[in-house]
């Protein structure tokens, strides 16, 4: 079956410019997470969502950062103004259920910002 | 906010021996999952433990939750070059699927054959 995909794999932006990252979760899974990771580092939470309800964005960097599941499914993180430090990778994840569960990664969106 | 602390940064091992990485918090954790991220790859889901004193083997990887809910380690035994990666511990709050999850910095593991 298929996994929770990303797109697009590689964005290259001029600083400044607005980014949108789309993920496609797992079909059925509730729960869908977005995480940035920096070279070298371990994934840090970003936003949570239940459905379409965003419950947790404690983790986005600035108001710069919005997500969105408008209809429980397919999410975007969009990124405004870039900053050369919005440079990672940034990961999507779900999962088909509220507790106790593993979160499925994909295979994440490399952002440069030049 | 919670962090899990991991070491070694890095591990050299020769292939056949074995590797162990440790993740230790502060705090007591609710429960603590592990993840193996290869080169240029995502993280994948290796375990999760909840219970204190937890010990769960998966063929070569055996997996430990402290009795005080307070660590967690990763032993393999008898490396293989497939063992190549980083392994990260995860703690979350309230579940899994629920909440985002905290990292550890992981430990990245470099095989020489």
């Known amino acids: 079956g298929a996994g929770v995909s990303q797109s697009p794999r590689y964005k290259v932006a001029k600083r400044g410019q607005d980014v949108a990252l789309r993920c496609d979760p797992i079909?059925?899974?509730?729960?869908l997470f977005w995480y940035q990771q920096a070279l070298g580092q371990g994934p840090e939470f970003l936003t949570y969502?239940?459905?379409?309800?965003?419950?947790?964005k404690s983790g986005l960097p600035s108001d710069r950062f919005f997500a969105e599941r408008p209809e429980g499914s397919v999410s975007t993180l969009k990124i405004q103004r870039t900053q050369q430090e919005d440079s990672a990778v940034y990961l999507c994840?779900?999962?088909?259920?509220?507790?106790?569960?593993?979160?499925?990664f994909g295979p994440g969106t490399r952002l440069t910002v030049l | 906010g919670q962090q899990v602390m991991q070491i070694p940064q890095y591990q050299h091992v020769q292939e056949g021996e074995d590797f162990t990485t440790y993740c230790n918090s502060s705090?007591?954790?609710?429960?603590i999952q592990w993840y193996k991220q290869r080169p240029g790859g995502h993280p994948v889901f290796l375990i999760q433990?909840?219970?204190?004193?937890e010990v769960k083997k998966q063929k070569r990887l055996t997996f430990q939750f402290g009795e005080a809910k307070k660590n967690s380690s990763l032993h393999i035994t008898a490396t293989q070059t497939t063992d190549v990666g980083t392994y990260f511990c995860?703690?979350?709050?309230?579940?899994?699927?629920?909440?985002?999850?905290?990292f550890g910095k992981g430990t990245h593991l470099i095989i020489q054959p």
């Open positions: 994840a779900s999962s088909p259920m509220t507790h106790y569960n593993e979160q499925f």
């Open positions: 995860a703690e979350s709050t309230v579940g899994g699927g629920a909440d985002g999850l905290t």
């Open positions: 433990l909840v219970k204190s004193g």
């Open positions: 079909s059925g899974h509730v729960s």
């Open positions: 705090t007591t954790l609710s429960n």
């Open positions: 969502f239940q459905n379409e309800a965003q419950l947790d």
